[in-house]
């Protein structure tokens, strides 16, 4: 752990001697876009991962010559921290929009921030393109500003039911039993909402359905309902301290179900670390995510990531990464800083999926402002590594079994 | 379907997070109880004990148990600064001044963990994480379990020196009358520096148990401080025994809540129990703390 | 009566609309944002102050109205297209609810100022998570408002509007408190800050006035949230009930001057832009985010360090009128002779009937009964614990006696609250002087006289007071400034002021000097000469003696004694209280020198 400890003492020699103001200098009239996340406040692990995602992102962009359709000029993307509070996410919106005359916003926000990004964005007649996980109500409002790159839980939904179903079949015998498990936020209850009705109507029974509110320090007795009910697969939604109290407490029970897992918890880098790397894999451990890491694809961001940074990049950096290249695909296509242009640019986007780094089919905006070839893999730990295992497509190694009993 | 031995587990579970919870109060309940001070820092300054037994056991090997030693006398000092250079020149304007001193400190903190160790969250990994004892059924976790010790023991040894030694009745009556106990020839301002010291060294103490079953953030601060508020509320002010029941009442109603209610509502029924408490027991559960 | 300064307001509501039109065509669009958010802030923490400063009620919990308010407008927009303008009243009267059933309880049963502070808290929390659960108010993902131009939909196309929109509140709440803090129930929501009890002692209905200050806050802070969710668009739990609401609107208040008129706009006007600031300038790459709130908390405690009473305070000075020279510059004279002498009315004015109250172990009272006739001064004496002071207690209202019959006039009054007791003709002095530490003696009394008269009357009714207890001069000196004796006979004064019929003097000579002992005399005997019926308890046993018809001796709970202070003093059981076994003789009362 010696270069972490480093790390931690530069930065407190740091803090000791001076608080700079770091701007990220770019030579040669960069084209300067604006990414709102929070960088500080509850959801701050999101904001400084994809800082660092994007760094790597504009690195790269800028190496291979900058913005060609703008005559290479250099790419800036500008992080800003809203604190993930939705009145701040709104005053800087109007800030970035009409003072720094940006020609599109990129989103890495909570919920509620996004929510209210969009809001604004629709108002005021600016692109405004989401990355992270969000609501999918907002697809419903019809909206012609708003943009999400990201899967939905629409998605994220439809890949648990497939891939449950690809186990049951391959295990054969009667239908598993299910349980539910989730912590009670937009992100875990908005998928279970999803999910449980589908599950059902295919044959599978749930025996449980477990929420917990994330501030919760207690667990066991959660985990110890859906043990009773005996389920064989959990499927789980939760972020990372909850996801590894909760497999702690399971430890303690001595209870190990298949675990579907979705939400930033189950696939985090650093669960075997946190948990165990013999329980992690004896649950079979696998989440729904829109990053994997192991993919061909995805190897072109995790090997300089970890150059970098020195571990590999959680799925909130890959967020980074993806904004920061559909912005330059964006301003590629459209040729012009033009906010009308840029929103014509992004309607026509289509991007193959080989040259994503995410499982995506493609990117490409559908009307209501979703993308049409948002697909999501489904990554398993196995033999201490995260695999891509799903869609077969995609995979790297087949899933685990599903060992009845 | 709830079953005796979930229901069993449930109890026992939330009873030993009770002792935990307990434990975190314990050091509010001297500062608070005692010398009135609303520290909103509370928890950050818990939190900051937390990362210190943290890069402890990274650059030391330092098991968590073993931190608590190494960081109490730092602690000490630390609360003993905040005392006297922020907390004693404001103590002339009110409690409420004092309490806004506090949440300053409570930022500085928190933005402080932020930048030095990032907003990940830090964990310690130790054999006794996993550890547990099975006993008919049920799951009894070994660090949850001497945590609940460890918080029965301090408030015992502190309910006793406050009840029982001439120290502790100084302290007291500072609590209750600090004119009258000037009159009576107590150093009013040494005792009131010693009690906050003291709750602060404390947390070292409640750090090291923690840490060994669950991790850090910069943003749990306020989390334990209101945790340690409602404790203390419950147990009645000044009433260290209340505390260490008060918190194994909220860890059962949590774990409870837990069985019988499905949902996220669950926390709600901590504040509805919080809220009846003040209405009709304000003088804690059992009666025996000082008026509010 | 002085009240807030109206040209605070005058000048604070110029400031705030030169501000208005000054900030966005200067600084920019994002600093007219900024400045919606101070003013939203300073709006809310004007509303706050309402109870927190002029009544003295912190509460922990505001952000319950806040997002009442946010949550009803929303709710009744989306699902009924009522305008939020409409909306916004709807909230506001929604909150005023949740005002009444918040504080019924803690206001009713006297609970402790932190009681109710957590309390509220605790209803906010509460509130938190159960609208989280409530699917038809978007649970936890939120709701979001449609979006469109429409004036009357609260839609600005001019976004400027917003700005406007909340100047306009913000002064009208700057002004609205400037004119409550003029009108009887600021005043007495200003006394009861000062001091409950001796508020209570003066007529004032705690109960009523609590409920009245935090309805009011409660219905101007869900108009905010009102404005907060026209704003930004959208609202979920969190961000309407989250506990960071709270923290900043006791912050800024505080840090601005809690208690004073622009005080919570001078903290919100440091603290909004000064934290927006180190945002957007002090981002930093990553390993640096943090610093902003490391230097915003530097600066807030480097600010509480410098003006630890709040900016406005420390500016303006703690007291108000600290300095006042007393008019004719020389201590004040002697008590003036009373009034005309009105012939004393017979009849039994009190009658108190086997009166008892245990406190815990403690037998205090036990079956204690005795009358008192209208006109006369009856003494209470007795040891220390002997119960006197519980009597009074009892006969004011401020205990309830555990059993027991007390007659006033005819009518029964155990069981009454303190201000009714004063409204049924009863006032008391208190045994620890209760004075409004920040009042001036010339507002103690009027504020006494105002809880039973009109405004006019009471200032005329205080002016005669003072002229007779000596005061006059001294009208100016806070409370917390004035002598032992000056306290006593402001005393006396208040309770005078609110034209009993019955005067309760709890050891009213304890401390003063034998000439300040006579003087009093004097006066007390004077007052029964107007009419007035007193019952003193008192050490100074001379004085009892030589003032009252009879006296009622006390021990340990119990009446031992009811007579004459010749027969009284005699009385072998009253020495043997006193005195174990001393003679008798020194409690022997020379022959009556004036008529009793």
């Not at chain 3, 109205?65 to 009243?89: D, E, V």
Request: net charge positive; proline share 5%; charged share 15%.
């Amino acid at each position: 752990m010696k270069s972490s400890y480093r790390r931690w003492f530069m930065r407190l020699f740091a803090v000791v001697c001076v608080a700079p103001v770091l701007v990220f200098a770019q030579s040669g009239n960069p084209i300067a876009i604006p990414m709102i996340t929070p960088l500080t406040g509850p959801g701050a692990i999101l904001g400084q991962d994809m800082q660092k995602g994007v760094a790597v992102a504009v690195e790269q962009i800028n190496k291979a010559g900058g913005i060609k359709a703008f005559g290479g000029r250099p790419l800036q993307i500008e992080v800003v921290d809203t604190q993930g509070k939705p009145e701040v996410v709104r005053v800087e919106m109007e800030r970035l929009a009409v003072r720094n005359n940006a020609p599109m916003i990129l989103g890495g926000e909570i919920s509620a921030g996004t929510g209210a990004a969009a809001q604004f964005a629709e108002t005021y007649g600016i692109p405004f393109i989401n990355s992270a996980a969000a609501n999918a109500d907002l697809l419903r409002r019809g909206y012609k500003w708003y943009f999400t790159e990201q899967m939905t839980s629409e998605d994220e939904a439809a890949t648990w039911l497939a891939l449950l179903k690809h186990l049951a079949e391959k295990a054969g015998g009667p239908a598993p039993t299910v349980a539910f498990l989730y912590e009670d936020s937009p992100r875990g209850a908005g998928i279970v909402k999803l999910a449980k009705k589908p599950v059902e109507g295919a044959g599978f029974k749930v025996v449980a359905d477990v929420a917990y509110n994330r501030a919760e320090r207690n667990l066991l007795t959660h985990v110890a309902k859906v043990q009773q009910a005996a389920p064989e697969v959990v499927m789980w939604a939760g972020y990372l301290d909850d996801v590894a109290a909760g497999l702690k407490a399971m430890q303690q029970l001595n209870f190990a179900p298949y675990i579907l897992g979705a939400g930033g918890g189950p696939g985090d880098p650093r669960m075997p670390e946190l948990v165990g790397a013999a329980f992690v894999e004896k649950v079979k451990l696998s989440t729904v995510d829109y990053f994997a890491p192991d993919t061909e694809r995805a190897k072109k961001f995790v090997v300089p990531f970890i150059k970098k940074y020195g571990h590999v990049p959680s799925s909130y950096a890959s967020i980074g990464y993806r904004a920061a290249f559909l912005a330059k695909a964006i301003l590629e296509k459209s040729g012009k800083l033009d906010r009308a242009a840029i929103r014509t640019a992004i309607q026509g986007l289509n991007i193959p999926g080989e040259d994503l780094i995410s499982p995506f089919k493609s990117v490409r905006f559908g009307p209501d402002g979703r993308n049409l070839g948002a697909q999501n893999a489904v990554t398993q730990w196995q033999g201490g590594q995260r695999i891509t295992v799903w869609p077969p497509a995609v995979a790297v190694k087949p899933p685990a079994p599903l060992r009845r009993r | 379907m709830i079953t005796g031995t979930l229901l069993v587990q449930a109890l026992i579970s939330g009873l030993l997070m009770g002792g935990i919870y307990a434990l975190v109060a314990l050091a509010l309940a001297l500062a608070f109880g005692v010398l009135r001070v609303l520290n909103f820092a509370h928890g950050d300054l818990l939190m900051v004990a937390m990362y210190g037994a943290v890069v402890l056991h990274r650059w030391l090997g330092l098991h968590p148990y073993g931190s608590i030693l190494v960081l109490a006398v730092p602690m000490l000092l630390l609360g003993w600064a905040m005392f006297v250079g922020l907390i004693r020149p404001v103590q002339r304007a009110g409690v409420l001044v004092q309490a806004q001193m506090t949440l300053g400190v409570s930022f500085v903190i928190q933005s402080a963990a932020l930048m030095i160790f990032g907003a990940d969250l830090l964990n310690i990994r130790t054999d006794l994480e996993m550890s547990v004892l099975r006993v008919a059924g049920v799951v009894v976790s070994i660090p949850l379990a001497v945590g609940f010790a460890v918080s029965l023991l301090i408030s015992g040894i502190l309910s006793w020196a406050l009840l029982g030694t001439d120290a502790g009745r100084r302290v007291r009556a500072t609590a209750q009358d600090p004119d009258m106990a000037r009159l009576c020839g107590v150093d009013v301002e040494r005792t009131q520096r010693w009690v906050f010291a003291l709750s602060v060294a404390l947390l070292a103490g409640v750090a090291g148990c923690l840490m060994t079953f669950t991790y850090v953030v910069p943003t749990a601060g306020l989390q334990y401080s209101v945790l340690a508020l409602l404790v203390v509320m419950l147990g009645g002010l000044g009433d260290l025994k209340g505390a260490f029941l008060g918190g194994l009442l909220i860890g059962v109603a949590e774990a409870l809540a837990g069985v019988f209610l499905n949902s996220a509502v669950g926390p709600a029924v901590i504040y509805v129990l919080f809220g009846l408490t003040l209405l009709f027991r304000p003088r804690g559960l059992f009666s025996r703390g000082m008026e509010a | 009566m002085k009240g807030y300064s109206i040209r605070q307001a005058i000048a604070a509501a110029v400031l705030i609309w030169a501000a208005v039109l000054m900030v966005p065509e200067l600084l920019g669009i994002h600093w007219g944002n900024v400045l919606v958010l101070t003013l939203l802030w300073a709006y809310l923490c004007v509303a706050w102050n309402l109870t927190g400063g002029m009544l003295g009620q912190i509460s922990f919990g505001h952000a319950a109205f806040f997002g009442i308010g946010a949550y009803a407008s929303t709710a009744l927009l989306i699902r009924f297209g009522l305008s939020p303008w409409l909306g916004m009243l709807a909230g506001g009267a929604v909150a005023v609810l949740a005002a009444f059933l918040v504080g019924y309880i803690p206001f009713r049963w006297r609970l402790t100022h932190l009681v109710f502070a957590l309390f509220t808290m605790a209803f906010d929390f509460v509130l938190l998570y159960l609208v989280g659960g409530l699917s038809f108010l978007g649970d936890v993902n939120g709701l979001y408002l449609p979006v469109g131009t429409d004036p009357w939909m609260f839609q600005f196309a001019d976004r400027s509007f917003y700005l406007t929109t909340i100047a306009a509140l913000l002064t009208l709440a700057l002004f609205l408190t400037v004119a409550l803090s003029r009108t009887a129930t600021g005043q007495f929501w200003r006394a009861i800050r000062e001091n409950e009890e001796a508020a209570a002692a003066v007529g004032i209905n705690l109960f009523r006035m609590k409920q009245a200050g935090l309805a009011i806050s409660a219905f101007l802070t869900a108009l905010g949230g009102t404005f907060y969710v026209q704003y930004v668009a959208f609202i979920d739990p969190h961000s309407a009930f989250g506990m960071d609401i709270a923290i900043k609107l006791i912050l800024f208040t505080v840090v601005g001057g809690i208690g004073t008129l622009l005080g919570p706009l001078a903290g919100a006007v440091v603290l909004v832009p000064l934290g927006e600031i180190l945002r957007t300038e002090l981002t930093g790459g990553p390993g640096f985010a943090g610093i902003s709130g490391l230097v915003y908390g530097i600066a807030l405690i480097g600010v509480i360090l410098a003006a630890p009473h709040g900016l406005v305070g420390s500016f303006t000075g703690r007291g108000r009128k600290a300095a006042v020279p007393a008019e004719e510059g020389e201590p004040s004279p002697g008590v003036a002779a009373p009034e005309k002498p009105a012939a004393p009315s017979g009849g039994t004015l009190l009658e108190v009937a086997g009166l008892d109250k245990r406190f815990g172990g403690v037998h205090a009272v036990k079956d204690v009964s005795f009358t008192v006739e209208a006109g006369e001064i009856l003494g209470i004496i007795g040891p220390n614990g002997a119960g006197k002071t519980t009597v009074f207690a009892m006969l004011s209202g401020f205990q309830q006696p555990d059993s027991g019959r007390i007659r006033f006039l005819g009518r029964p009054i155990e069981g009454l609250e303190p201000h009714q007791a004063c409204r049924a003709g009863i006032a008391r002095t208190f045994q620890i002087t209760q004075t409004f530490p920040g009042f001036t003696v010339l507002e103690t009394v009027t504020t006494a006289a105002w809880a039973g008269h009109s405004r006019h009357a009471a200032d005329a009714a205080a002016r005669r007071l003072l002229q007779e207890t000596g005061l006059w001069p001294r009208r100016h000196i806070l409370c917390a400034n004035l002598t032992l004796a000056e306290q006593r006979r402001l005393e006396i004064a208040r309770a005078l002021a609110t034209q009993p019929r019955m005067l309760l003097l709890d050891e009213v000579m304890a401390g003063l000097t034998p000439t300040e002992i006579q003087e009093v005399v004097a006066y007390v005997a004077g007052l029964r000469e107007r009419g007035l019926t007193v019952v003193m308890t008192e050490h100074v046993v001379r004085v009892v003696m030589n003032l009252c018809r009879r006296v009622l001796v006390l021990d340990a709970g119990e009446v031992i004694a009811l007579g004459t202070p010749e027969a009284v003093s005699r009385d072998p059981k009253v020495i043997e209280a006193y005195l174990g076994r001393k003679s008798a003789s020194s409690m022997q009362v020379p022959a009556p020198a004036s008529s009793s």
